[in-house]
């Protein structure tokens, strides 16, 4: 059983910056495959970002790519998500997941983490 902690969300400027961190319980933490996803109400969750266990292999989606950078310490257990540039859009509800695998390949979709999140909103005004 992994339990996981958000932290970081809050109210930004369209054009500012932020750090979200997620810290994770347990002893195995580097055993995970650990994504970012978000969602606004009445959408479907939408992936964001991914990092295998090593932190050697990333994957974006394609609306935050080059402004997002998701990050890990294993030593931490924690996962962290700098957002920069951010725009109105990126106003969501964001959520940490876990999926007990070392793939190296991204994991972009809900179904296939076992860990969730009780999510961090993150509001950008314009």
């Known amino acids: 059983q992994v339990q996981l902690v958000e932290s970081g969300g809050g109210l930004v400027q369209a054009g500012g910056s932020l750090r979200l961190s997620c810290a994770a319980s347990?002893?195995?933490?580097?055993?995970?495959?650990m994504g970012w996803f978000r969602q606004a109400p009445d959408k479907e969750r939408e992936f964001v970002a991914g990092i295998n266990w090593s932190g050697g292999n990333t994957g974006y989606a394609d609306s935050v790519k080059g402004r997002f950078t998701i990050s890990r310490d294993n030593a931490k257990n924690t996962v962290y998500q700098r957002m920069n540039s951010l725009k109105p859009e990126d106003t969501d509800v964001y959520y940490c997941?876990?999926?007990?695998?070392?793939?190296?390949?991204?994991?972009?979709?809900?179904?296939?983490?076992?860990?969730w999140g009780q999510g961090t909103q993150v509001t950008v005004a314009s």
């Open positions: 347990g002893r195995t933490f580097s055993l995970y495959y």
């Open positions: 997941a876990a999926r007990r695998s070392r793939q190296f390949a991204a994991a972009r979709m809900a179904h296939e983490y076992d860990y």
